[in-house]
């Protein structure tokens, strides 16, 4: 009997040693969580790739990036975004973007997009006889290489379009997000992250873990269940 009771002394210490770590867990987030306005921490926000990613919060990777100088012209599913401002939707795969003069020409498979130095499209040209493949300038003319390999020339997106062999300009080239670009656009996509507060709370309840948070809390339930009869079947050992 003595070996039993002392098994079970040892038993309830130990689990009231692992509610007891698990109480001050709940004391300590419930504080914050109690001054969360005093605390600033509906304001403050994380954005660790690991926090999100437990929020299922998700930056894309671009399928296509062009660049002119430090501007970029990016796609992310049907969005395209000059540098970080989203300014059209397309069906097609980006084909190349270029300056020309001070507005911009940007170029789908069958499309092409006048675009203004504020980010505006104030034009387009949906009805070109051929489909794209790249898209260049020498500064006065407009260039389009079609799936074919014949080369296209006008002065405007809506000036006739003739075959040449006359190219001395430049072909628009896939490049990469400048780092500011990448930040500002992640921005768009996941805000500035998770509130702390949200965070606190989810720790609080261990949602933050999801499935695993659960099944800590089905665990914890089963501790104090058997902290609780243990405690009853001690007191009545030592009231007999």
Partial sequence: MR???????????????????????????????NHS???NLDQTFISWPWVLKQ?????????????IKANNFS????EVFFNDKPILFI??????AIK?????????????????????????NNALPFTIKKLGTDNKNIFIQEQRGVNWQANTIESEWNQTEDFSGVWSLQGTLTKINEQKISKFFVGEGVSLEQIILDFHSGAVFQRAGKLFFDAVSILLIILSFSGIWLWYIKKR
Avoid: W
């Avoid at 098994?7 to 969580?33: E, M």
């Avoid at 929020?55 to 660049?67: R, S």
């Avoid at 020309?100 to 387009?124: H, K, P, R």
């Fill in 91 to 96: 069906e097609n795969d980006l084909m190349g």
């Fill in 3 to 33: 070996k039993i009771l002392s098994k079970l002394i040892a038993l309830h210490r130990y689990v009231g040693l692992a509610i007891c770590v698990f109480l001050v867990h709940l004391s300590i987030t419930g504080i914050f969580l």
């Fill in 100 to 124: 020309f003069g001070n507005q911009y020409i940007i170029a789908t498979n069958s499309d092409l997009y006048l675009m203004n130095d504020q980010g505006f499209i104030v034009d387009e």
């Fill in 37 to 39: 306005i005093g605390l």
């Fill in 55 to 67: 929020y299922n919060l998700k930056v894309p990777e671009p399928e296509q990036v062009f660049t």
């Fill in 75 to 78: 796609r992310f599913g049907e």
